[in-house]
């Protein structure tokens, strides 16, 4: 069968591969579009594969869910131009809803079970399937589910998904007050990266390690002080680390007083609101966070692919 560029330009745009791996796709088969687009995934797959060891460290955290119930999954690309393609956007927001709905305890389980979005594939497959047609690696990188019967779940993305914020709020009192609080908490963890929500979820061993790091800096710089001096040192000096990564601990962002902690604020809302209020935890993606990002010279990167090719 002659292949035409009309019949090229369909299978383009129902794969969104290639101009010649379209082409190449129907002279295999025979002109057969079905077929060409099975060959284009299973060519696809065997391609993903090799693009695995590419660094994904850019991509998009979504959220999913109300405010009863939500998930956040970070989902990496190699280049944020396709961290801002609609098609990644659109796949990205399949795996949060699949994140909504799951029963996975780990990332290992959730690429294991059957995709929502493609019932005959696993989530593996089906993100092979999605490195096959936008043409970089992908990767699901994690997942969490926040809910909350007896209040709600306020969420928060930042630069269109640069972070995503989950907040926990306990409350025998909902309205539009309070939940513009909850915004608020979000926002704030957002913004100084909190570790923990309060002091009582600080590892004893981290304390243990800290205290241990600051008697040494502080027997340091002052070798004569008696032991009384340097406990107190110590423990204003931790105490200001603890406030800087404990989310409640932290001074509210938007105080005016520039004193205020964001427990002080909750509880002032909650006063003002006759309800009792508790933060009970909070989920902050960041995309890329921890991960080794690509940075390689253009010009070079061209030079070495022409290298290669010869």
């Known amino acids: 069968m002659k292949i035409t560029a009309s019949m090229v330009k369909e299978l383009r745009e129902m794969t969104g591969a290639g101009m010649m791996d379209c082409k190449k796709a129907l002279n295999a088969v ?8 099975e060959f284009l995934r299973e060519n696809g797959m065997a391609k993903a594969a090799k693009k695995a060891g590419r660094i994904a460290a850019e991509g998009i955290c979504m959220i999913a869910g109300d405010d009863k119930k939500a998930a956040v999954v970070e989902v990496n690309s190699e280049t944020d131009f396709v961290a801002k393609n609609e098609k990644f956007r659109n796949y990205v927001k399949t795996v949060a809803e699949q994140a909504l709905n799951t029963k996975a305890a780990d990332i290992e389980s959730f690429l294991a079970e059957k995709s929502e979005a493609e019932p005959d594939k696993t989530v593996e497959e089906a993100l092979k399937g999605q490195i096959a047609v936008i043409g970089e690696n992908l990767k699901i990188r994690r997942f969490a589910q926040v809910e909350e019967p007896d209040g709600f779940v ?6 269109d998904g640069k972070i995503c914020v989950l907040v926990d ?5 909902i309205n539009d007050e309070i939940r513009e609080m909850g915004k608020n908490v ?3 963890a957002a913004a100084l990266r909190p570790v923990y929500t309060s002091d009582k979820e600080v590892d004893p061993a981290y304390i243990a390690q800290e205290t241990e ?3 040494a800096a502080a027997k340091n ?9 340097i406990t107190g040192i110590v423990k204003g000096r931790l105490n200001k680390e603890l406030k800087e990564i404990c989310l409640l ?8 007083d520039g004193k205020q902690s964001v427990k002080q604020y909750v509880d002032s809302v909650a006063k003002a609101n006759g309800a009792h209020i508790t933060i009970k935890k909070f989920v902050r993606f960041e995309t890329g966070e921890g991960l080794e990002k690509k ?3 253009f010009a070079a990167e061209v030079a070495a692919q022409a290298q290669a090719a010869k």
């Open 186 to 188: 979000a926002m704030q």
């Open 154 to 159: 306020a969420g928060y993305t930042h630069m």
């Open 249 to 256: 601990d932290q001074i509210y962002v938007k105080a005016e």
């Open 221 to 229: 710089e002052k070798p004569n002080a008696p032991e009384k001096v």
């Open 295 to 297: 940075n390689e010279d």
């Open 213 to 215: 790091v600051l008697t």
């Open 169 to 173: 709020v306990q409350t025998d009192v």
């Open 30 to 37: 025979d002109g057969d579009m079905d077929k060409a687009v």
